[in-house]
């Protein structure tokens, strides 16, 4: 039993390169999320879903893309990447049926935009 | 508008006495608040929860508190231990299972 998955786990991109941060779950959860991790920010959502086809903004969406084509996979797209998107990502995935357990997160993407 | 607050970003204890995180709250929607536990270079892991309609959970060491009317929560770790050191977040939801966490308490236990 993998949990959730996130590759790649380092990566460097140059100012306006686009990449997919890849997220994969294998305990048929409903709800999955994306949060960047900043110094002194905490966790901050970016995007989550909550079920296959659904997705919405959270606190910090802009330069962001998600889509839900199915129930395993979450990927994250930066369009046009900043150095501001220089953060740590994690996925992030839950049962509605479990809510006292929250989410079960992947060991993050360290991402660097210079 | 941080609807989670962790005032307090760092915290050092010695070993084997109590721990106290701190959490504060605006939303009075939430209904789940929830602590999680985070190591250098690795994800958070889920530690100890609570629901709305009760006051105090208790997981081996590890005890939360809800204070409703304070808007307030707290982490008890008794005792501490070296491998308690890591950073805390405090985090809520209410019903949509979205999680809304706070900005951390780094924790420190020496010897």
């Known amino acids: 039993n993998a949990g959730v998955t996130q590759t790649p786990k380092f990566q460097v991109l140059k100012t306006g390169q686009s990449m997919t941060l890849q997220c994969a779950q294998d305990m048929n959860h409903e709800y999955m999320s994306w949060y960047r991790q900043d110094p002194g920010m905490g966790l901050r959502l970016i995007h989550y879903s909550v079920g296959a086809g659904i997705t919405d903004q959270g606190e910090v969406p802009n330069g962001y893309n998600v889509s839900r084509s199915t129930t395993e996979d979450f990927p994250l797209r930066l369009l046009s990447a900043a150095p501001s998107q220089t953060s740590v990502y994690f996925c992030?995935?839950?049962?509605?049926?479990?809510?006292?357990?929250?989410?079960?997160f992947g060991s993050g993407t360290r991402l660097t935009v210079v | 508008d941080q609807q989670v607050k962790q005032n307090s970003p760092s915290l050092s204890v010695q070993e084997g006495r109590i721990s106290i995180l701190n959490c504060d709250y605006t939303?009075?929607?939430?209904?789940?608040f929830l602590w999680y536990k985070k190591y250098p270079a690795e994800g958070p892991t889920f530690l100890i929860s609570?629901?709305?309609?009760?006051d105090k959970n208790e997981d081996g060491r590890f005890t939360v508190f809800l204070n409703k009317s304070a808007k307030h929560l707290s982490l008890h770790i008794v005792p501490s231990q070296p491998g308690d050191s890591a950073v805390y977040f405090c985090a809520a939801s209410a019903f949509t299972d979205k999680l809304i966490f706070g900005t951390g308490t780094r924790l420190q236990v020496f010897p």
């Open positions: 939303n009075s929607m939430f209904d789940y």
């Open positions: 609570i629901s709305s309609i009760k």
């Open positions: 992030a995935s839950s049962s509605p049926l479990d809510r006292a357990r929250g989410y079960t």
